[in-house]
């Protein structure tokens, strides 16, 4: 987790990003995540790593918030514990780990804040990591940054295999940090810039093969100078399509 690397720069040309909101501070950071636990021992341990990660992201002075949405955990008093602790809880109101987590993101996104950050909340050890993340990101004025694993060998095999080949898929089709060495995307905890929202809201949508095709002729243009006709944007838009089945 201690390694973090910064990603490519993504595209500013989403419309209705965040604008300041008067008497918010500058450069404000809001944590989202999502919850749902069974009443059992196993529920009741991954609960608690998360309202000890609430408490700790809480307790750093650069985050403002931390927003939650809970799938309804079983265990008597989680979500009034979570409130008491001073994160802002919302039930999910439609099932399925991509809808909760799109949900929390545009919660958060109600709060205005500068700079938001997903993790899941069991990862304890990220709390320790907000503060040089988020000084990194102001400092650098990337748009994103994804921390990286030093090891995955307290993984599962599969896992380990699984998440190192989606690794190399995304550096395959040049999601790279800006200096071009891999990113871990499959870490899980990302930091961005509020304003590149959009980027982020239009995956698990059918905006997508648009967006990546767009992305391409983007900087097709600007680093090889190539003008783009009507019938090579169809292929882009068509080629998008089949690297993303």
Same mark, same amino acid.
């Given at each position: 987790?201690?390694?973090?690397? #910064?990603?490519?720069?993504?595209?500013?040309?989403?419309?209705?990003?965040?604008?300041?909101?008067?008497?918010?501070?500058?450069?404000?950071?809001?944590?989202?995540?999502?919850?749902?636990?069974?009443?059992?021992?196993?529920?009741?341990?991954?609960?608690?790593?998360?309202?000890?990660?609430?408490?700790?992201?809480?307790?750093?002075?650069?985050?403002?918030?931390?927003?939650?949405? =809970?799938?309804?955990?079983?265990?008597?008093?989680?979500?009034?514990?979570?409130?008491?602790?001073?994160?802002?809880?919302?039930?999910?109101?439609?099932?399925?780990?991509?809808?909760?987590?799109?949900?929390?993101?545009?919660?958060?996104?109600?709060?205005?804040?500068? &700079?938001?950050?997903?993790?899941?909340?069991?990862?304890?050890?990220?709390?320790?990591?907000?503060?040089?993340? &988020?000084?990194?990101?102001?400092?650098?004025?990337?748009?994103?940054?994804?921390?990286?694993?030093?090891?995955?060998?307290? &993984?599962?095999?599969?896992?380990?295999?699984?998440?190192?080949?989606?690794?190399?898929?995304?550096?395959?089709?040049?999601?790279?940090? /800006?200096?071009?060495?891999?990113?871990?995307?499959?870490?899980?905890?990302?930091?961005?810039?509020?304003?590149?929202?959009?980027?982020?809201?239009?995956?698990?949508?059918?905006?997508?093969?648009?967006?990546?095709?767009?992305?391409?002729?983007?900087?097709? #243009?600007?680093?090889?100078?190539?003008?783009?006709?009507?019938? /090579?944007?169809?292929?882009?838009?068509?080629?998008?399509?089949? =690297?993303?089945?």
């Amino acid at each position: 987790q201690g390694n973090v690397k #910064m990603a490519l720069q993504l595209s500013r040309k989403s419309k209705g990003l965040q604008k300041p909101h008067k008497g918010k501070r500058e450069d404000s950071l809001a944590v989202f995540s999502t919850t749902f636990y069974q009443d059992n021992d196993e529920g009741r341990l991954r609960a608690g790593l998360a309202m000890r990660f609430v408490e700790g992201a809480l307790k750093q002075d650069c985050v403002d918030k931390v927003v939650v949405v =809970d799938g309804g955990t079983k265990i008597s008093g989680f979500v009034d514990e979570l409130k008491g602790h001073g994160a802002e809880v919302f039930p999910e109101t439609k099932r399925g780990l991509p809808h909760s987590r799109r949900e929390c993101l545009e919660k958060a996104l109600e709060f205005n804040p500068d &700079y938001l950050l997903w993790t899941e909340p069991e990862k304890i050890g990220m709390v320790e990591c907000i503060p040089p993340m &988020y000084a990194h990101i102001r400092k650098t004025n990337a748009d994103i940054l994804i921390p990286s694993r030093n090891s995955m060998v307290s &993984y599962p095999e599969a896992q380990q295999h699984s998440e190192a080949f989606g690794n190399a898929r995304h550096t395959d089709y040049g999601y790279v940090a /800006h200096d071009g060495s891999p990113i871990d995307t499959f870490a899980g905890p990302k930091l961005w810039r509020a304003d590149i929202s959009d980027c982020i809201l239009v995956f698990g949508h059918q905006k997508i093969p648009r967006a990546l095709a767009d992305m391409r002729i983007e900087e097709g #243009m600007r680093d090889y100078k190539f003008a783009y006709n009507e019938e /090579h944007r169809v292929r882009e838009l068509e080629r998008a399509r089949i =690297d993303l089945n």
